[in-house]
């Protein structure tokens, strides 16, 4: 499996929305794995943001729930993440990991061990 690549991060003000993507191979051919993004910000080394498995199930942090959305385009093995309404605290590095196996709950980033480079989001008040 190649490391996952993250894009699409950027500066934006308050109340402002930004669309993440990240290319992930050889994991959504499998018959069970899960897909998620995390986020290092000042105050947590890598906080899980949301996941999503082989039958589109969701999951999301409290902080965030509202306001991103996670999808996957399983065809083109990449995985979205839609953020909008974002807050100065949202601010910081994004990565996606995906791992095979089940999502786990609460989205912690242990059972996940590919990680991309992650993609810089700044929110300013």
């Known amino acids: 499996q190649a490391q996952p690549v993250e894009s699409g991060g950027g500066s934006v003000q308050t109340g402002g929305s930004l669309r993440l993507s990240c290319v992930t191979s050889?994991?959504?051919?499998?018959?069970?794995?899960?897909l998620a993004w995390f986020r290092r910000t000042p105050q947590k080394e890598r906080e899980g943001v949301a996941s999503i498995n082989e039958y589109s199930i969701t999951e999301y942090a409290y902080s965030v729930q509202g306001r991103f959305t996670i999808s996957q385009d399983i065809a083109k093995n990449a995985l979205y993440l839609e953020m909008s309404n974002l807050k100065p605290e949202d601010s910081g590095t994004y990565y996606c990991?995906?791992?095979?196996?089940?999502?786990?709950?609460?989205?912690?980033?242990?059972?996940?061990?590919?990680w991309g480079q992650g993609t810089q989001v700044t929110v300013s008040s």
């Open positions: 990991a995906p791992r095979f196996g089940q999502c786990p709950r609460p989205i912690v980033s242990d059972y996940f061990r590919d």
């Open positions: 050889g994991y959504t051919s499998s018959s069970t794995y899960c």
